[in-house]
């Protein structure tokens, strides 16, 4: 019932006291079998690791691969070419990532709303979500970076990093509109009960009692999928825009060496690891939370 | 003056009937307790009050105005209406303060400072001050339920609808909760109240209705149908509560 933990409420007393011998005892037998687990993690990864790394090096292509791939001194030359172009992922991340939020924000909102005026709105919702979670991002890609401006429609915009842009914002508005609807559709009816007998109106109880919940409730996938829109922005280098992947595309093409392209995925992996290390805890956490409410 | 009248109620979930042509008056200042094993129809009646659960066929007055057309505003008609459940229902993301305060300032649009003054006043008023800015997660049981309790009262309710309030509280936790119901009951708060508490029932009751699948079968003062019940059902099903140790 109560939440608040006898350890913080007995602090004081805690700190006074001391182990009895046969506690000391069990701590010394739990030091020692810790040492020896610690022991036994060590010698597998070294074994493991080392046979994979043994069986790599001693292959046949390895001299080869080592040179077109790992050119480290050809790596740095291109560093800043690539950078440059990561600078063009991460505010296309950014750009994207706030109108995805808003876009598909209004396509739970509609998709969940029981309202009989919304009804066209509500179908034209489902039938977007059912359409761009279907087809293949990079084919949205190359359908709006080439279809769109075929049209020639007057005042159109011809950049392909707006169009590629809204490209990855339609698909991608769609994958965050179900994480959002799903996290709206968890939130346990009896909330909406109790606001509803409370006299708030339908909007009212989504604005100040569901959406609130939902939205904390779906931050660890909603990082999950800023990691994989970071990524998938590469794929707008399809239409010419100049990212990190068209850098190192650029750049190997000139001189036939591919480590331009492993310089990229590192370049990637700098901000991805950090990322995803992030989303772990954040998700760590909010599994914690509902579990000690679980039990409240 | 009836606060509330409920005639020839009639309500399904698919083919089970809920509430069987069941009618009752509440007059205004005065406590209706509903007693019924569980499933009798208790919760569903208070909801049905409440028009969070539709309703078959029958009429609901709420001072003498029918709720229960189809047309009626039902968030209008709620805004007079206070209700309290067994798991409580307060909102996690909120303070207490802000639970209490959420509807007045939202729905009866009363200014900010004015809504959490009175919210104050009637924390302190039970005990609970100290709790203002605390999230219901540190609460315990009996707490989350007072300020459930006074949540539903900040907007002033012409009646209050108490859900089994205190079913999922440990039983030393009991006592807080009703206790403030008894104040309530002596300021003159009409309200209907579903109980397994008989001793509760008996303090505060003016009408005590025994309901089994979804009828009344037995209704009176609580020293007729808790003290000296006339009807067999009403007879087994108080010896029961007997034995659970539960009178």
Known sequence: MNNVSPARDNSGRASLWTPSPREVERQVARNAINRKKILIATTSSILVLGALASLIVTSPGWQVVKETFFDWSYGSEVLGAISKGLIVNIRLTIIAAILIGIFAMVLALLRTSRSAALTPFRFLATAYVDIFRGVPLLLVILLIGFGLPALRIEGLTNSVLILGTAAVVLTYSAYVAEVLRSGILSIHPSQRAAARSLGLTSSQTMRHVVLPQAVKRVVPPLLNDLVALLKDTGLVSILGVTDAVRAAQIASSRTFNYTPYVTAAILFLLITIPLTRYTDRVLAKSIKRQNAQGAA | ?247
């Open chain 2, 1 to 247: 003056m009836n606060v509330l009248e409920v005639k020839n109620l009639r309500k399904c979930f698919d083919d089970n009937l809920v509430l069987d042509d069941l009618s009752l008056t509440v007059p205004d200042h005065t406590a209706t307790v509903l007693i019924g094993a569980s499933g009798s129809g208790k919760s569903t009646l208070l909801r049905c009050i409440n028009l969070l659960d539709s309703i078959d066929d029958g009429s609901i007055y709420l001072d003498g105005r029918e709720i229960s057309d189809p047309g009626i505003d039902v968030d209008e008609v709620r805004r007079s209406l206070g209700m309290v459940f067994q798991s409580f229902n307060l909102f996690p993301h909120m303070s207490v303060l802000d639970n209490i305060t959420l509807s007045p300032i939202r729905v009866h649009r009363i200014p900010k400072a004015q809504a959490r003054d009175e919210a104050m006043a009637l924390l302190r008023r039970f005990d609970l001050a100290d709790k203002a800015d605390q999230f219901p997660d540190r609460l315990s049981g009996g707490q989350q339920q007072r300020v459930a309790i006074i949540r539903s009262i900040a907007v002033k309710p012409r009646l209050l609808l108490l859900d089994e309030i205190t079913s999922s509280l440990d039983p030393v936790l009991v006592n807080e909760v009703l206790s403030i119901v008894r104040d309530l009951k002596t300021e003159g708060m009409a309200m209907v109240l579903a109980t397994h508490e008989m001793g509760f029932a008996t303090q505060v009751a003016d009408e005590v209705c025994f309901l089994k699948n979804g009828k009344i079968i037995e209704r009176g003062p609580a020293s007729q149908v808790i003290s000296a019940p006339q009807h067999s059902d009403t007879q087994d099903f108080l010896q029961r509560v007997h034995e659970a140790g539960r009178l």
